[in-house]
């Protein structure tokens, strides 16, 4: 699937999402802030992360609404089938760039100019494996869920200059941080 395809899919679910929740305000903020950080519902309308539930209290105060509303969101997906069939199987995978230091690799954030324009992820990989780097994880933050979308990409070595030097001169890239 091309990045465009995903996008477009992505964007599609958006579209869907907002019409659902197009009437509650608090709610499409519940639904936004499970998609952000891959939360899940169970088939008891339960919000979980990988499985494990998590009580609709702390997801509301981190979400700045009631548990009531958690709670109404997550009966709400479930009647709803494609919502139920995404978020029935959402799954978190783990940042390492957090831990990046402790694990001894390298964390390198791409932030790009259009994140809709393609080639972006084959450009910065093929930097890399130019220069014979191996790569631990790679992540991209979704466009529409993120206000600055970027690249992040974690390394087992430490780069040489010419990386960072070649990565900011890709047409798309507007900033490293590294």
Request: proline share 5%; net charge neutral; hydrophobic share 50%.
């Amino acid at each position: 699937m091309s990045i465009y395809s995903l996008l477009f899919n992505v964007f599609l679910m958006w579209e869907e999402i907002l019409r659902e929740f197009a009437d509650s305000p608090s709610q499409s903020r519940v639904v936004r802030f499970l998609l952000e950080n891959g939360f899940g519902v169970n088939a008891e309308a339960r919000i979980v992360c990988n499985g494990v539930e998590i009580p609709a209290t702390h997801i509301a105060k981190a979400a700045g609404t009631d548990r009531r509303v958690v709670d109404a969101t997550a009966r709400r997906i479930l009647q709803a089938p494609d919502l139920a069939g995404i978020f029935l199987n959402l799954r978190v995978t783990p940042d390492l760039s957090l831990v990046a230091q402790k694990l001894g690799v390298s964390v390198i954030t791409v932030l790009v100019r259009d994140a809709r324009e393609k080639g972006i992820v084959g450009a910065a990989v093929r930097v890399l494996t130019d220069h014979d780097l191996t790569i631990r994880q790679i992540f991209v933050t979704d466009p529409l869920l993120s206000e600055e979308p970027k690249l992040v990409i974690i390394v087992n070595e430490k780069p040489p200059a010419s990386v960072y030097e070649e990565l900011r001169a890709l047409p798309q890239v507007s900033r490293l941080i590294i």
